[in-house]
């Protein structure tokens, strides 16, 4: 898994295995405007290297690190999840 940043915050994320990436483009997910509550707040986790270095220092020991890591996960998943459905994965 690979993050990608522009100035503006986290451009895509690259996950791959056996030679296949796909870019997830998170600033146009979050700028899309369509998105619930919680999916643009589980987004916005991974939005910038701050915000997840931020969230995943905020750990209150190993358990609650270890499901934050998860929450992170999850929402590169949902984000590749919700590109797919706008077609926007070649």
């Known amino acids: 898994m690979g993050f990608h940043f522009a100035q503006s915050g986290l451009s895509s994320i690259s996950v791959g295995g056996r030679g296949a990436t796909v870019n997830l483009p998170v600033n146009r997910l979050l700028a899309d405007g369509s998105l619930g ?20 220092l905020r750990a209150q020991g190993q358990d609650d690190a270890k ?24």
Do not use: D, F, K, N
């Not at 991974?46 to 997840?52: G, N, R, S």
């Not at 992170?72 to 590109?83: H, K, N, W, Y």
């Open 67 to 90: 499901r934050r890591a998860q929450r992170c996960i999850t929402a590169v998943q949902e984000a590749s999840r919700l590109a797919a459905a706008r077609g926007w994965l070649t």
């Open 37 to 56: 509550a919680r999916t643009a707040g589980l987004l916005a986790l991974i939005e910038t290297p701050e915000a997840m270095e931020g969230y995943l």
